[in-house]
T-cell receptor, first 111, second 118 residues
Framework: GEDVEQSLFLSVREGDSSVINCTYT??????LYWYKQEPGAGLQLLTYIFSNMDMKQDQRLTVLLNKKDKHLSLRIADTQTGDSAIYFCAESMRSSYKLIFGSGTRLLVRP | GAVVSQHPSWVICKSGTSVKIECRSL??????MFWYRQFPKQSLMLMATSNEGSKATYEQGVEKDKFLINHASLTLSTLTVTSAHPEDSSFYICSASGWQREAPYEQYFGPGTRLTVT
């Protein structure tokens, strides 16, 4: 079945690194995504990774994928207060537009 | 580019009335649009997928007659909540996908519509 899980909450100090974790169950996932949602707003795509990749870096963001353990992580370097939001991981099914979202991790950045 | 708008951003209606929410892709043609529902502090639940000119495909447990979806053009999809009840109160988010996407199967999300049924 399709199931994506995330820890619910993470609190870090400004300037530290944040690591948000996600596990998924469907091994046929082709792409995995990280979205950011600010209060009362829609979702913004931050980055994505193809399932045959191990790592992807994009400025302050680093995505690590362990396909064997079906574990995905998002590392935010030098976390800023503007990074406070809810972060969702999502997987897409093979040859499909359908996205399965995790429960979301609320990131709080303390000054 | 790839901007999706929703209207209204929030609406309050009385129980038993119907409410229509619009989702528009402003600068691209959306071949596929999605409607999600999000409860407070929870994830997005996909309600239905619609392709332009076709009937929507509803997820299991979503009532087709309750949530009417129309995708009549490549830039507009509407969700009508019929005979709304307080339990329909939620945050409704649409997304759109088309050939302009930067990431594979990428969906561009609207800002959401908060519906409150009294």
């Amino acid at each position: 079945g399709e199931d994506v899980e995330q820890s619910l909450f993470l609190s870090v100090r400004e300037g530290d690194s944040s690591v948000i974790n996600c596990t998924y169950t469907d091994s046929s996932s082709t792409y995995l995504y990280w979205y950011k949602q600010e209060p009362g707003a829609g979702l913004q795509l931050l980055t994505y990774i193809f399932s045959n990749m191990d790592m992807k870096q994009d400025q302050r963001l680093t995505v690590l994928l362990n396909k064997k353990d079906k574990h995905l992580s998002l590392r935010i370097a030098d976390t800023q207060t503007g990074d406070s939001a809810i972060y969702f991981c999502a997987e897409s099914m093979r040859s499909s537009y359908k996205l399965i979202f995790g429960s979301g991790t609320r990131l709080l950045v303390r000054p | 580019g790839a901007v999706v708008s929703q209207h209204p951003s929030w609406v309050i209606c009385k129980s038993g009335t119907s409410v229509k929410i619009e989702c528009r892709s402003l600068d691209f043609q959306a071949t596929t649009m999605f409607w999600y529902r999000q409860f407070p502090k929870q994830s997005l639940m996909l309600m239905a997928t619609s392709n332009e000119g076709s009937k929507a495909t509803y997820e299991q447990g979503v009532e087709k007659d309750k949530f009417l979806i129309n995708h009549a053009s490549l830039t507009l999809s509407t969700l009508t909540v019929t005979s709304a009840h307080p339990e329909d109160s939620s945050f409704y988010i649409c997304s759109a996908s088309g050939w302009q996407r930067e990431a594979p199967y990428e969906q561009y999300f609207g800002p959401g519509t908060r519906l409150t049924v009294t």
